[in-house]
């Protein structure tokens, strides 16, 4: 069927040191999904980070980044120094299973803490 | 714009009580997604409409959850008899109708606590 798989949190990272969340799909309804990433800051609702819609494409945002790989069907989130203020939860999602059904599929979330 | 509003932000019920959870969407926004939250299971999707019509209900437990969308300003999550596995924090999410690629944009939710 169709999902998500990101690394299993928690993430824990010291402050300027580099990251990186993963992020594998399985889209069996339709072959080039479109990707996203949403983010969830404490106290916050979920809100989109970043989103590629053409494969062999990146996204970018806040420092983060994320390429769309068809071969390895992965979506990694990488940035290479982070900060405190980016401890959140974060959400690989793919979207829509077919042309005719814009459901959107999320990963179970990935918690990143970033200590000074 | 205040964006998407969900109405209560806490609901507490006694096992077997009855849930009604509100979702206004952003103003001209002709889609409606509602997903449920828990740690265990993750963002579960639920259920979603299109210009009101209900789309996919794919994720409903058939007993005793239903959604409506009676106007385009507001849709509702009833759950019946309510369990303490119905706990969780039910997301309620509007966009533009598009090619699937259009960003969601979520309400704080409610979190429900069956007793």
């Known amino acids: 069927g169709d999902s998500v798989t990101q690394t299993e949190g928690p993430v824990t990272v010291s402050e300027s040191e580099s990251l990186i969340i993963n992020c594998t799909y399985s889209?069996?309804?339709?072959?080039?999904?479109?990707l996203f990433w949403y983010v969830r800051y404490p106290g916050e609702g979920l809100q989109l980070l970043l989103k590629?819609?053409?494969?062999?494409q990146k996204g970018s945002s806040r420092g983060f980044e994320a390429t769309y790989n068809k071969e390895t069907t992965s979506f990694h989130l990488q940035k290479a120094s982070v900060q405190e203020s980016d401890s959140a939860v974060y959400y690989c999602a793919l979207g829509p299973l077919n042309t005719e059904n814009y459901k959107y599929v999320f990963g179970a979330g990935t918690r990143l803490k970033v200590i000074a | 714009n205040a964006g998407v509003i969900q109405t209560p932000r806490h609901k507490v019920t006694g096992k077997g009580q009855e849930a009604t959870l509100w979702c206004e969407p952003i103003?001209?926004?002709?889609?409606v997604f509602w997903y449920r939250q828990t740690i265990v299971q993750g963002l579960e999707f639920l259920t979603y409409f299109r210009n009101q019509a209900p789309i996919d209900d794919s994720g409903m437990p058939k007993e005793r959850f239903s959604a409506q969308m009676p106007n385009q300003s507001h849709s509702t999550l009833k759950i019946q008899s309510t369990q303490p596995q119905d706990s969780a924090v039910y997301l309620c999410a509007s966009s533009l109708w598009g090619d699937g690629a259009e960003t969601l944009y979520f309400g704080s939710g409610t979190r429900l606590t069956v007793l």
């Open positions: 103003s001209g926004h002709s889609a």
């Open positions: 889209a069996t309804s339709i072959a080039y999904p479109n």
């Open positions: 590629v819609i053409t494969a062999g």
